[in-house]
């Protein structure tokens, strides 16, 4: 039988409604969402002693390089209002560092962090009605510049100040969380300082983030950040030890500002040790507090740097450079020339007893080395000549190099032992005193290789 004009044209234009509502259904229960670059562990420029915050050692020619490898247990988990776990977007995310900075003039630090997510995975969700897609494979994430600027004080004294900027390039992807999908950009004032073995630094920056939308009720966008540590350290400066808290909360668009939500928190126990001169090693472990977003349950990060301070870390009060055989004589030699003089050793002048040689000491010791007996035994010699010399205080130096306090230590130690090696010998204990005074009084510049090495020296004071 055959069919109306108007029973077919409703039955077309039921058949597109049908189809409309179908294709329509799907795509309003599958509107997606992009992520966001959820990892907030930033670790410190390449060379620092610390995990986030920075030791602020930029001394001239310092350079450092290496891997910090970070691993993250659910740092980006969907919560519903009764606090209880819904989703894992992401559930395990483990990212390597790989980073270098080099310091210019002793006050200029550039720097670069590129990270990798080696390894993603976690699972879908659906939130208020949008699907939300999990980290699931590796990805690049966006690379780190810095620049540091030293304003106030020097590595190692009580008090350093530095401002600077870093900015991280959209190189990463938001689909695995690696990424904003913009540029980001944060000028901060880092601080750091040292009282003997105790060492302090902190870290605050206004971070720019043009992403000010919602992800899963919690709202994203501008942060200020906010990081502190403090630590113990041995007495050669080569093991610290202690613990560091970092923040941060979004203030812009919709975000309440230091609201649980939109602030994560996290804390690390870490640790770093040198190795060898030019090795160093980090680990720590720790883990979010609340439930913000990048906060994970736990955090284990580990690091092996390359690094090179000035000068190139053979002690932190370094040593006097070795003499070739022939230095401390005059004239010439063979035949036709006269014959060699030998310069004297030590020579008394008004106000002490002058070595024409500095002693020398094995590498972070007070050990006197062989070659210092002959100075040694001339200033020996000198107080046996004049026993007008009632009283005489020996000095230890150091350069700036290091730690004040470990200089300090290690200067006196030095010069005790020169004390004890005179009255080995049979002056008079009564006769000497000692006194290790550190950098506190150099004779030279402690920016270049040769005023350090000036600076480095054992005095001999004629005392009245």
């Known amino acids: 039988m055959p069919t109306s004009p108007s029973l077919a044209w409703r039955a077309r234009v039921t058949t597109a409604v049908v189809l409309s509502i179908a294709l329509f259904v799907p795509v309003a229960g599958a509107q997606s969402r992009t992520g966001f670059a959820v990892n907030r562990f930033e670790p410190a420029e390449r060379g620092s002693q610390q995990l986030v915050v920075d030791s602020l050692d930029l001394r001239a020619g310092s350079a450092a390089a290496g891997a910090t490898l970070d691993y993250a247990y659910k740092p980006l988990v969907v919560y519903d209002a009764t606090g209880a776990e819904r989703h894992a ?131 994203l966008g501008s942060e200020l950040f906010a990081a502190a540590g403090a630590g113990v350290r041995t007495r050669d400066g080569r093991l610290l030890v202690g613990p560091e808290m970092f923040a941060a909360s ?39 507090v609340g439930h913000g977003y990048g906060a994970p349950v736990v955090r284990g990060v580990a690091s092996l740097e390359w690094i090179r301070s000035a000068p190139a870390r053979r002690s932190p009060t370094g040593d006097p450079e070795p003499r070739t055989p022939w230095e401390g004589f005059e004239g010439g030699g063979g035949q036709g020339n006269p014959p060699k003089k030998e310069r004297p050793l030590a020579v008394v002048t008004e106000n002490e007893i002058r070595i024409e040689e500095e002693l020398r000491f094995a590498t972070d010791s007070a050990e006197l080395l062989g070659g210092s007996d002959a100075v040694l035994g001339a200033v020996k010699r000198i107080l046996d000549e004049h026993p007008e010399i009632r009283r005489l205080r020996i000095e230890g130096h150091t350069d700036a190099t290091g730690y004040a306090a470990y200089n300090d230590d290690l200067s006196t130690r030095r010069a005790a032992s020169v004390e004890a090696w005179l009255v080995g010998r049979g002056v008079a204990k009564e006769r000497l005193e000692s006194a290790g005074l550190g950098s506190k009084e150099p004779l030279d510049t402690n920016e270049t290789e040769e005023g350090r090495a000036k600076n480095r020296r054992v005095v001999f004071r004629i005392l009245p």
């Not at 812009?252 to 160093?280: C, M, Q």
């Open 89 to 219: 977007l992401v559930r395990h995310q483990t990212i390597v560092h790989l980073g270098g900075a080099f310091v210019v003039a002793g006050r200029l630090r550039l720097a670069l962090d590129a990270p990798v997510a080696l390894y993603q995975d976690g699972e879908s969700a659906v939130v208020d009605g949008v699907a939300l897609s999990p980290a699931t494979a590796p990805s690049f994430g966006d690379v780190r510049l810095a620049a540091d600027v030293r304003v106030v004080g020097d590595h190692g004294e009580p008090f350093s100040l530095a401002v600077g900027v870093r900015g991280w390039l959209p190189t990463g992807l938001r689909s695995q969380f690696t990424s904003d999908g913009s540029a980001r950009l944060a000028p901060q004032v880092l601080a750091a300082g040292a009282f003997d073995v105790l060492v302090w630094a902190a870290r605050v920056a206004l971070v720019y983030r043009s992403r000010d939308d919602a992800y899963a009720g919690r709202e």
């Open 250 to 288: 979004a203030f812009t668009g919709k975000a309440k500002f230091l609201g649980s939500r939109e602030t994560p928190v996290e804390w690390l126990f870490g640790a770093h040790y040198d190795i060898s001169e030019n090795l160093r090693a980090g680990a720590g472990v720790g883990g979010g």
